[in-house]
T-cell receptor
Framework: TQLLEQSPQFLSIQEGENLTVYCNSS?????LQWYRQEPGEGPVLLVT?????EVKKLKRLTFQFGDARKDSSLHITAAQPGDTGLYLC??????????FGDGTTLTVKP | DVKVTQSSRYLVKRTGEKVFLECVQD?????MFWYRQDPGLGLRLIYF???????EKGDIPEGYSVSREKKERFSLILESASTNQTSMYLC????????????FGSGTRLTVV
């Protein structure tokens, strides 16, 4: 089972600040997803990245897949309290299974 | 709105009981998965299925079984519930392959006393 490390584990910031969270592995992946999970709910898919070096934007969220397809980052600009939640990355192998990271718990204070 | 529906949000069961967790999806997805989520341990795959009547063990299948008699329904069975099976259980579905990501249900918070 490939290890997927997310950092930081916890992040607490003020509304309006920018932040970046990371997802790293020593393995190469065919694709990678980012999810957000709110307390008491299931994870919700935000984005899938497939190509090394790919950058995708979703409003104030920017996702990047590393050139070597071993790592990814999520950058949030001008964070809002509604961004609060657990951010999970999931990396996929050609065998058709996903490995989840342990997540970054983000708290955005008003 | 596409959905994965888990039959219960909260369950409390006694040690030794047989427990059924039901999951239904309306997206005609081939793949379905059961995960448990625990603080500090992340999401761990219990069982998955790529087709009707097909099942494969995930990373932590001990103490669990599954049933997939219809494409839209994937059931997780705890044969004899134990306190260490207290957890958040998440069902997910996806089209063939993993590049499209999963659609998760809202989860079932199971407490075994």
């Amino acid at each position: 089972t490939q290890l997927l490390e997310q950092s930081p584990q916890f992040l607490s910031i003020q509304e309006g600040e920018n932040l970046t969270v990371y997802c790293n592995s020593s393995s190469v992946f065919s694709s990678l997803q980012w999810y957000r999970q709110e307390p008491g709910e299931g994870p919700v898919l935000l984005v899938t990245v497939v190509t090394g070096g790919e950058v995708k934007k979703l409003k104030r969220l920017t996702f990047q897949f590393g050139d070597a397809r071993k790592d990814s980052s999520l950058h949030i600009t001008a964070a809002q309290p509604g961004d609060t939640g657990l951010y999970l990355c999931a990396a996929n192998t050609n065998a058709g299974k996903s490995t989840f990271g342990d997540g970054t718990t983000l708290t955005v204070k008003p | 709105d596409v959905k994965v529906t888990q039959s219960s949000r909260y369950l409390v069961k006694r040690t030794g009981e047989k427990v059924f967790l039901e999951c239904v999806q309306d997206m005609d997805h081939e793949n379905m998965f059961w995960y448990r989520q625990d603080p500090g341990l992340g999401l761990r795959l219990i069982y998955f299925s790529y087709d009707v009547k097909m099942k494969e063990k995930g990373d932590i299948p001990e103490g669990y079984s599954v049933s997939r008699e219809k494409k839209e329904r994937f059931s997780l069975i705890l044969e004899s519930a134990s306190t260490n099976q207290t957890s958040m259980y998440l069902c997910a579905s996806s089209p063939p392959g993993v590049r499209y990501g999963y659609t998760f249900g809202s989860g079932t918070r199971l407490t075994v006393v």
